[in-house]
């Protein structure tokens, strides 16, 4: 059964386009023009995502994304939100929103497939959660099991230390999406503050195990002026 969604946004152009293309990528879709009409989709469609616009003239955005995770069966790591704004400035609503449960803001204007690779990925890593024995698919060659504490890649263990593991599924667990190194000090280390040596030599020494060309790296990529993030593809064609 394919991965049902809930598209929410007041915008009957950006609806109609994104369903259109969703639907082609073998994803269930239903659309709904405000929160409120959402709220009350919920039981009924029981989407595995919902894309939630921030603005809206009916409803905010922030206050839905709320009313979700306070409803039953969608708390966090149940099921997903992607909060979509229109915004750049708003900081505070990106803020907000992840802070009350949203898995992913984006900023439009995007491209179709920007929001089909944050799908994917927040896919993957909702059914690792859900299975917590099965495996996370970085790519076809290359995964991991969160609960054994397992990788592989073409089907050979790759043998990492417990913090080298620690800072591979942290990325994992935020697939495609920058960390800084902040946040990896903060919530791998333990530690803020922290100089940035320690963790530039772990991933460094990731990389000479995971990568295929340490030097050009396929999997643990910088992103330069925040930090690293862990390309994952759902398949050869991503």
């Given at each position: 059964?394919?991965?049902?969604?809930?598209?929410?946004?007041?915008?009957?152009?950006?609806?109609?386009?994104?369903?259109?293309?969703?639907?082609?990528?073998?994803?269930?879709?239903?659309?709904?023009?405000?929160?409120?009409?959402?709220?009350?989709?919920?039981?009924?469609?029981?989407?595995?995502?919902?894309?939630?616009?921030?603005?809206?003239?009916?409803?905010?955005?922030?206050?839905?994304?709320?009313a979700i995770r306070q409803h039953a069966g969608y708390e966090i790591g149940r099921r997903g939100i992607i909060m979509i704004s229109g915004y750049r400035k708003?900081?505070?609503?990106?803020?907000?929103?992840?802070?009350?449960?949203?898995?992913?803001?984006?900023?439009?204007?995007?491209?179709?497939?920007?929001?089909?690779?944050?799908?994917?990925?927040?896919?993957?890593?909702?059914?690792?959660?859900?299975?917590?024995?099965g495996w996370f698919q970085v790519d076809e060659n290359f995964r991991i099991n969160f609960?054994?504490?397992?990788?592989?890649?073409?089907?050979?263990?790759?043998?990492?230390?417990?913090?080298?593991?620690?800072?591979?599924?942290?990325?994992?667990?935020?697939?495609n999406q920058p960390r800084s190194r902040s946040d990896l000090a903060t919530d791998v280390w333990k530690y803020e503050g922290m100089d940035d040596n320690p963790i530039n030599r772990c991933i460094s020494v990731l990389r000479r195990k995971l990568e295929p060309d340490p030097d050009n790296p396929r999997y643990i990529q910088p992103v330069y002026g925040v930090g690293y993030k862990l390309v994952v593809r759902s398949s050869s064609r991503d």
């Amino acid at each position: 059964m394919p991965p049902k969604l809930l598209l929410v946004d007041d915008d009957p152009v950006f609806r109609s386009q994104f369903k259109t293309y969703l639907e082609a990528e073998f994803f269930s879709v239903t659309v709904a023009e405000h929160g409120g009409a959402a709220l009350s989709m919920l039981d009924s469609v029981e989407p595995d995502i919902v894309i939630l616009d921030v603005r809206m003239p009916l409803s905010d955005g922030l206050d839905v994304c709320r009313a979700i995770r306070q409803h039953a069966g969608y708390e966090i790591g149940r099921r997903g939100i992607i909060m979509i704004s229109g915004y750049r400035k708003e900081v505070v609503d990106k803020v907000a929103g992840l802070e009350i449960g949203a898995d992913i803001y984006m900023i439009k204007p995007f491209e179709p497939r920007e929001l089909l690779v944050q799908l994917k990925a927040l896919w993957r890593l909702m059914q690792a959660d859900k299975t917590q024995t099965g495996w996370f698919q970085v790519d076809e060659n290359f995964r991991i099991n969160f609960e054994e504490r397992i990788v592989e890649i073409g089907g050979q263990e790759v043998k990492l230390t417990k913090l080298e593991f620690d800072v591979l599924a942290y990325l994992a667990k935020h697939a495609n999406q920058p960390r800084s190194r902040s946040d990896l000090a903060t919530d791998v280390w333990k530690y803020e503050g922290m100089d940035d040596n320690p963790i530039n030599r772990c991933i460094s020494v990731l990389r000479r195990k995971l990568e295929p060309d340490p030097d050009n790296p396929r999997y643990i990529q910088p992103v330069y002026g925040v930090g690293y993030k862990l390309v994952v593809r759902s398949s050869s064609r991503d």
